[in-house]
């Protein structure tokens, strides 16, 4: 991306309206383009090359694949995209697996403790910069 001040997101959530809310809410912030808004992580491992996404907002309980599956497989073949797991389960073994190689330009979040969208757009930019 050209422009730094700019980054590009890409929403992967198995539920329809959680894909509408956070793709509304960043859609508001100038800072963020969202490039696509995806049902699970088979359609995010298959689109990620091509819409290429600066970060990729990512459920982790999603059919066909799962967030932390999927974040693998994207970031084997594109190492430069950031991901932000989203959960609404405190499961160690899950944030282990998913920092286990390459923690940086990663991160991850329990639904419940996100205090407003607000703090998931600070996310996204943190992990946008590393």
Avoid: C, W
């Avoid at 298959?46 to 967030?67: C, F, H, S, T, Y």
């Avoid at 974040?71 to 697996?97: C, H, M, T, W, Y």
Wanted: proline content about 5%; charged content about 30%; aromatic content about 4%.
């Amino acid at each position: 991306m050209a422009d730094k001040d700019k980054m590009s997101g890409l929403i992967v959530d198995d539920q329809e309206v959680v894909r509408e809310a956070f793709g509304a809410r960043i859609a508001q912030d100038p800072t963020i383009a969202l490039v696509g808004s995806l049902r699970d992580g088979v359609e995010a491992v298959e689109m990620a090359p091509r819409l290429n996404p600066d970060v990729i907002l990512m459920d982790v309980k999603m059919p066909r694949l799962d967030g932390v599956a999927a974040a693998k497989q994207i970031r084997a073949k594109n190492p430069q995209i950031g991901i932000i797991l989203l959960s609404a389960f405190d499961d160690p073994e899950q944030v282990q697996e998913f920092f286990r190689d390459e923690p940086e330009g990663k991160a991850y979040l329990l639904k419940h403790t996100l205090g407003s969208v607000n703090d998931l757009v600070r996310t996204i930019r943190d992990v946008y910069v590393g």
